[in-house]
């Protein structure tokens, strides 16, 4: 079992970091022949933006190479024309969120402070912080 | 505002903001570093920083969280929102070297693979149940502190402008209400971490009076927000709402109103009362909590500018709110609920 679950992490990071690696590849020729292509603002912008913007190109280069595509096709980009937010919907979610960590907060902090270890006088904390927080000895 | 990106829009505002960042960074890390190392010298420099850059950015990020209800409950917190993306990456990288440093002192010294390591190693001593079973306080800890930091990764690394225009405006908004997951998994990698080993019980004292600090303020900026959304008028007249008496409305300032359900922004401009979309169309602030500066609506976020008869930016921008008609008639402020075509031209109200 804890073999099979050292491979799924190993399979999952390994899926990252390929993911990562092709959107790092991606994004050296999204900077030289895409970015323009979809963005007008992109213009005049200095080399700084470009660097800011990298990590999210690494991230997100599925979501640009469809927009790029789109683009070269010559269709609609615009993802939303009025460019606006429903602040409805955003405040909607705002409560969601907050009745969601109102009710998980208090309870899983709660059992955390319940179940801590009590550490014996005298000795170092049991478990996975003993190593950190001992005396050094000489 | 601006034509074409750039890295960061300086100006002195932001250069005064960023100032005051660093230096709240520098005094809060020396402070907690100096007081760290007097309480406990066995511990070693890489744990204090390690603890310094985690007190720090959970620290800034209880402030990031507050800013937001804030700035809807006192005007006078607004200049805090003005660059708040700033704090939310220096939060992140502060996050990072946290991690790091845990990363290499706990995980990197072994034979496995210290990322590899990071996932497996408690889990593999854990056990809820049966034999040998562990308490629930020893519920491994760090995957909820990766996972939040992943989540905080994402949002900085898309919180330039360039990012809100290419993902969409909604989009963006909701992905950057992650902020309120990561919260949650950071407390949670607290209490199962450090509040088990640490006896103390300052740290749980901190975290609680944090987390009562930024529930209430969110909870009493909705309950503001729940009080407009439920705003009843009085009357229609030809297909316009009544919704306050001119004098409700300064000159150069701007008043929310709900018209049909929808919140509308009411300005008084050279004695003529305009109204537009109360969405800005930049991130969606609050146009109608701005004001007017050199003619020009000014959402109270940061700083996007409309001009009131039409709803358009100045030349060169593109940006443009929807208008909307308005009358005074028999000493009321009468709004209709249809907006106009994008970009025309509205006389506006006289106000007697």
């Known amino acids: ?138 | 505002m601006s034509l074409s990106y750039r890295a960061v829009d300086w100006n002195r505002q932001k250069r005064f903001y960023d100032l005051t960042l660093a230096a709240f960074v520098v005094l809060a890390c020396t402070t907690f570093a100096v007081v760290s190392w007097l309480v406990s010298p066995n511990f070693s420099a890489e744990t204090i920083i390690i603890r310094t850059c985690a007190v720090v950015a959970l620290s800034l990020l209880h402030i990031i969280l507050c800013l937001g209800p804030l700035a809807r409950l006192a005007p006078r917190f607004l200049p805090l929102l003005y660059n708040r993306r700033h704090l939310g990456v220096t939060m992140f990288f502060l996050g990072l070297i946290h991690a790091s440093l845990a990363l290499f002192q706990f995980h990197g010294l072994g034979d496995a693979n210290p990322l590899v390591s990071l996932f497996t190693a408690y889990s593999r001593d854990f056990r809820a149940w049966g034999p040998g079973a562990a308490g629930w306080g020893q519920i491994p800890f760090e995957p909820f502190g990766a996972a939040a930091l992943a989540i905080l990764f994402v949002m900085a690394a898309t919180s330039h402008d360039f990012w809100l225009r290419n993902l969409g405006a909604s989009f963006w908004k909701s992905m950057h209400l992650g902020v309120y997951v990561a919260y949650g998994l950071l407390l949670v990698h607290v209490a199962y971490g450090v509040f088990q080993s640490e006896p103390s019980i300052a740290y749980p004292v901190l975290l609680g009076v944090g987390f009562a600090v930024v529930s209430t303020v969110h909870w009493l900026a909705a309950a503001k927000e729940k009080a407009l959304d439920q705003q009843r008028h009085r009357a229609e007249r030809e297909g316009l709402v009544d919704v306050c008496a001119p004098a409700e409305v300064s000159e150069g300032r701007g008043k929310v109103v709900l018209v049909a359900g929808q919140r509308i922004a009411l300005f008084r401009h050279q004695g003529r009362l305009f109204a537009t979309s109360n969405v800005c169309r930049h991130q969606g602030g609050p146009v109608g909590e701005g004001r007017i500066i050199d003619g020009c609506i000014t959402c109270p976020w940061h700083g996007w500018n409309y001009q009131p008869e039409d709803g358009c930016s100045p030349p060169p921008f593109k940006e443009i709110l929807s208008t909307y008609e308005t009358r005074v008639v028999a000493g009321r402020v009468w709004v209709s609920p249809k907006p106009n075509s994008l970009g025309t031209r509205c006389e506006g109200a006289v106000v007697v």
């Open chain 1, 1 to 138: 079992m804890d073999r099979l679950f050292e491979n799924l992490v190993m399979g999952v990071l390994a899926f990252l970091a390929l993911y990562f690696l092709f959107g790092a590849i991606f994004g050296v020729f999204f900077h030289w022949r895409g970015i323009h292509r979809i963005d007008a603002g992109v213009a005049g912008s200095g080399i700084l933006f470009r660097v800011l913007i990298t990590p999210g190109i690494m991230a997100f280069w599925p979501w640009l190479a469809i927009r790029w595509q789109r683009a070269a096709a010559g269709l609609e980009l615009a993802i939303d024309p009025e460019h606006t937010v429903s602040q409805k919907g955003l405040r909607r979610l705002h409560g969601l969120a907050w009745k969601a960590l109102a009710v998980a907060i208090p309870l899983t902090v709660g059992v955390a402070l319940w179940t801590r270890a009590k550490p014996l006088p005298d000795q170092p904390l049991p478990g996975k912080f003993s190593q950190s927080i001992a005396p050094v000895s000489h």
